[in-house]
């Protein structure tokens, strides 16, 4: 969200579809609320916050996400409340998904009908809600909760502050990504003035890695594959590693997004053996490449910089054929350039 959309005395210039959001909740009692699966910080944090805002009202809500939990989670208010198997579905309830660019990413069998409410922040949205209020300018889908909490005059309890700190702090990279602006800053001193601990929070979520999952990343750091003078960088956590370090639950967090951090690299990619044998993309870009587009080449979407896919075919078939993809367009992207400047040397 830019700042111009928001007035000067704290509260938000919202489009229509908040308003019939904020009706439903206030007319209806029972909620779903879901998040998709291998939920990061936003999601849980999001969800999380959306949790307490509900019972604050007087709801009663429930949260599903088929996980897996990180232990470093678990420090979020709520989050010993959630589903991880397939909820039964209560008929009045409103179903909510929060943070999911489309329903299979939570996974291919959960299909609910009803009245569905769509809140992201994802490009590549899908619109699949009855409601579908999807903000691309938003750092985080916990930004959105946080408006959604001014638009139905809640107070935000120290709890939910906890929550939607956590789910912002994280989805900006504790504020360093190109998506934090002005309105992140406010929504995130509003926060810590309502309870939200920053030091705290930022203890949990960024130092509070189990060693398994630092023997992991010490591993991929010493395999890493560049290409394109070193303006490319990929590697891949197969199912032995997993197994070395001990079960999918040491996946390192936030890895791929510390690959974009080396110097001179402008796209990281991180494939994933899942343990169905597919394979699961992460995409990252420190902008000049649009990796929303490449994600949604294989299927997949997300942000300009941040996006991900899963190929379901096998392990091995699948990434070769990614890589394919991704080479082509990267060469499309990055040839040019590197064309240009042979040309401007020559003159």
């Known amino acids: 969200m830019t700042q111009q959309q928001a007035s000067g005395n704290g509260k938000f210039k919202e489009p229509e579809v908040v308003n019939q959001i904020c009706d439903v909740i206030r007319s209806h009692d029972r909620f779903l609320i879901v998040g998709h699966g291998h939920p990061d910080g936003d999601c849980l ?18 949260f599903f996400t088929p996980g897996p939990l ?48 769509n809140i992201d922040h994802h490009l590549s949205n899908a619109m699949y809600g009855t409601l579908n209020w999807v903000d691309i300018e938003a750092c985080a889908a916990g930004e959105l909760i ?14 939910a502050a906890t929550c939607l700190f956590t789910a ?6 504790g504020f360093r990504f190109s998506n934090t602006d002005q309105v992140t800053f406010d929504a995130a001193a509003h926060l810590v003035a309502a309870g939200a601990n920053p030091a705290a929070i930022a203890e949990a979520v960024f130092e509070n890695r189990k060693p398994q999952a630092v023997k992991i990343t010490g591993i991929i750091y ?29 996946e390192p967090e936030g890895l791929c997004s510390d690959l974009r951090g080396i110097a001179g690299v402008d796209v ?35 942000h300009h910089n941040a996006s991900g896919a899963l190929i379901k075919a096998p392990y091995e078939q699948a990434r070769d054929e990614a890589l394919a993809v991704i080479r082509q367009y990267l060469a499309e992207k990055f040839e040019p350039a590197r064309s240009a400047a042979v040309g401007a040397n020559a003159r």
């Open 222 to 250: 010493q395999t890493l594959k560049f290409e394109f003078g070193g303006r490319f960088v990929w590697n891949e956590l197969r199912r032995d590693l997993y197994e070395l370090a001990g079960g999918d639950e040491y």
């Open 268 to 302: 990281a990619v991180l494939f994933h053996e899942t343990p169905e044998g597919w394979c699961r993309i992460g995409f990252r870009s420190k902008g000049r490449v649009n990796v929303s587009a490449l994600a949604q080449m294989l299927g997949g979407g997300g």
């Open 168 to 173: 912002i702090m994280a989805d900006t990279g």
């Open 45 to 62: 944090g999001s969800c999380l916050g959306l949790y307490d805002i509900l019972l604050k009202m007087g709801k009663q809500p429930r």
């Open 70 to 117: 990180q232990d470093f989670f678990s420090f979020l208010p709520h989050i010993s409340h959630t589903i991880t198997q397939h909820p039964v579905l209560d008929p009045a309830e409103i179903i909510i998904y929060v943070d999911c660019g489309d329903m299979e990413r939570v996974d291919e069998v959960f299909k609910p009908e009803g009245f569905i409410i």
């Open 146 to 159: 946080y408006r959604l909490a001014h638009a139905l005059n809640v107070d935000i309890s120290p709890k």
